[in-house]
């Protein structure tokens, strides 16, 4: 009887160990990869006042969109590269001008930014012999005279801004009506934020005078 079921046991473990054998191995599972999403570049351009084709550009401005800060190309633009599809908030910011944002859609038209000069408010200006006096203190006027700089480039302007600041003149005279010797319209009067002084109204800024005849007069 013992004999018998010890047979039976050990026919038992050979069927089980037979079956284990020959079992496959198993293949590891391996999870897909998820979708890489598309990604675009857009294009923000940042104007030193209305967004106009030819308009003036703001050259090394600070951009900041879609968690980076950018700077502006010498074109006054920078290239959002590597960013997916979607609706974005751009905004912009220079030196003696405010801060600006605009929205736009990536792929899509460029995001084009309006910058306005940050201009301190008018004050009651009293003349004492040769200087001006204001609320906020004493200024004496040393003029240079810039009357043909409304129609000149970008480049130009800026140099000759720079080097009546070097001179050691505190402010500019433009002239805002009809020049014919300058090929200068009244109409061109309304590039005179472009001239106003680079770097804010801190020490060394210019202060603008506006001159004009009757046919160019500006309130």
């Not at 089980?16 to 293949?27: D, E, F, L, M, Q």
């Not at 030819?54 to 290239?79: F, H, P, W």
């Not at 030196?95 to 038209?109: D, M, N």
Request: one cysteine or more; proline letters at 7%.
């Amino acid at each position: 009887m013992k004999t018998n079921m010890k047979r039976t046991l050990s026919i038992c473990l050979a069927i089980v160990a037979a079956a284990c054998g020959s079992a496959p191995p198993r293949t590891p599972s391996v999870q897909p990869s998820p979708p890489t999403a598309q990604t675009f570049t857009g294009v923000v351009r940042v104007f030193e006042g209305l967004v106009v084709d030819g308009g003036d550009k703001a050259v090394g401005a600070a951009v900041e969109i879609a968690g980076r800060l950018l700077i502006t190309d010498g074109a006054g633009n920078v290239d959002v590269t590597d960013i997916v599809a979607g609706s974005y908030e751009a905004c912009a910011f220079e030196r003696g001008w405010k801060r600006a944002c605009a929205t736009g859609t990536v792929p899509g038209p460029s995001i084009d930014i309006a910058l306005e000069r940050d201009i301190p408010p008018t004050l009651p200006v009293r003349v004492d012999g040769r200087f001006w006096t204001t609320d906020a203190g004493t200024f004496r006027p040393i003029f240079q005279s810039g009357l043909s700089i409304l129609v000149r480039g970008p480049p130009e302007r800026d140099a000759f801004l720079d080097q009546t600041r070097e001179l050691g003149f505190n402010g500019l005279r433009v002239f805002a009506g009809d020049l014919g010797w300058a090929a200068q319209t009244s109409g061109d009067g309304s590039r005179e934020p472009a001239v106003a002084p680079r770097g804010g109204c801190g020490a060394g800024a210019l202060r603008l005078r506006r001159c004009a005849d009757r046919r160019g007069l500006r309130h």
